[in-house]
Antibody, heavy 122, light 108 residues
Framework: QVQLQESGPGLVKPSQTLSLTCTVS??????????WSWIRQHPGKGLEWIGY???????YYNPSLKSRVTISVDTSKNQFSLKLSSVTAADTAVYYC??????????????WGQGTLVTVSS | EIVMTQSPATLSVSPGERATLSCRAS??????LAWYQQKPGQAPRLLIY???TRATGIPARFSGSGSGTEFTLTISSLQSEDFAVYYC??????????FGQGTKVEIK
């Protein structure tokens, strides 16, 4: 059974960089066949896809956040990470990591982490 | 970017009744559509993919239909554990992945 677990600071100051890590267990990122995504949910709102990474390191980001987002992978630790720079209160959200199966292209999200709330405040 | 629109925003249903949720895409997504259920304080859970295929472990009372731009999630007989928010997501044209704004199914 694949499990994903987010970790990182729950409080970030405005203008700083938000950093989160997703640890994958029960499956290997380096086996391929999956995209590993970050998705966020503002309080009481819907879901916003941030970006994904493949085990090879190839990435794609949501154009709305592209200038501030970096996603990286560490296959030796079976982890992938999110960095979001120059945060403001508008970046306060629950951040999820999730897996999607690759069938020619990315598909639906079959496994999700439990989510971690990140608050941007001084 | 494909815009997904769900209706209604809130659906009030009595336990045991049928619930019908709609999702519309701004352009055709073929059958590349998924539905998720989210309960308070929890991550979304995959219910349906390929517009009509139930994910592993999902009860048969959940069914999905549609293709192109119009999709429906039906819960045939609502159980207490089904009261939640439901999201649709298209994966025909992504990135970026796009979700609907959600439908809240509440107890009538």
């Amino acid at each position: 059974q694949v499990q994903l677990q987010e970790s990182g600071p729950g409080l970030v100051k405005p203008s700083q960089t938000l950093s989160l890590t997703c640890t994958v267990s029960g499956g290997s990122i380096s086996s391929g066949g999956y995209y590993w995504s970050w998705i966020r949910q503002h309080p009481g709102k819907g879901l916003e896809w941030i970006g994904y990474i493949y085990y090879s390191g190839s990435t794609y980001y949501n154009p709305s956040l592209k200038s501030r987002v970096t996603i990286s992978v560490d296959t030796s630790k079976n982890q992938f990470s999110l960095k979001l720079s120059s945060v403001t209160a508008a970046d306060t959200a629950v951040y999820y990591c999730a897996r999607s199966i690759v069938v020619v292209a990315a598909t639906h999200f079959d496994y999700w982490g439990q989510g971690t709330l990140v608050t941007v405040s001084s | 970017e494909i815009v997904m629109t769900q209706s209604p925003a809130t659906l009030s249903v009595s336990p045991g009744e049928r619930a019908t949720l709609s999702c519309r895409a701004s352009q055709s997504v073929s059958s590349n559509l998924a539905w998720y259920q989210q309960k308070p304080g929890q991550a979304p859970r995959l219910l349906i993919y390929g517009a009509s295929t139930r994910a592993t472990g999902i009860p048969a009372r959940f069914s999905g239909s549609g293709s192109g731009t119009e999709f429906t999630l039906t819960i045939s007989s609502l159980q207490s554990e089904d009261f939640a928010v439901y999201y649709c997501q298209q994966y025909n044209n992504w990135p970026p992945a796009t979700f609907g704004q959600g439908t809240k199914v509440e107890i009538k």
